[in-house]
Nanobody, 120 residues
């Protein structure tokens, strides 16, 4: 599976961005997709996930209500809609895929990352 993330950029606090993760190589029907981020000087953290087979989603508490993960079966693409962005959301965002239906565990495939910068 090859993953291509895009959609990052510079946005003011309170603004919105939509990240995309296009997958190629195989269908994602049996995969769980996640969005992660890594802020400067910090470790990588999980942001949101979606089970491709039925669209079940999972969010960390800090993103719940502001971020929405979704998928487009026809385009083999996962999206992360980010609203009410805060400066602390500034990070490189990565999409990842793991075989199976669980949020937790080792992710097998990673995209290259897309930078999101939120100015105050």
């Amino acid at each position: 599976v090859q993953l291509q993330a895009s959609g990052g950029g510079l946005v003011q606090a309170g603004g919105s961005l939509r990240l995309s993760c296009a997958a190629s190589g195989r269908t994602l029907r049996s995969y769980y997709m996640g969005w992660f981020r890594q802020a400067p000087g910090k470790g990588r953290e999980f942001v949101a996930g979606i089970r491709w087979s039925d669209g079940m989603t999972y969010y960390t508490d800090s993103e719940k209500g502001r971020f929405t993960i979704s998928r487009d079966n026809a385009k083999n693409t996962v999206y992360l809609q980010m609203n009410s962005l805060k400066p602390e959301d500034t990070a490189v965002y990565y999409c990842a895929a793991r075989y199976g239906s669980s949020t937790y565990g080792k992710y097998d495939y990673w995209g290259q990352g897309t930078l999101v910068t939120v100015s105050s």
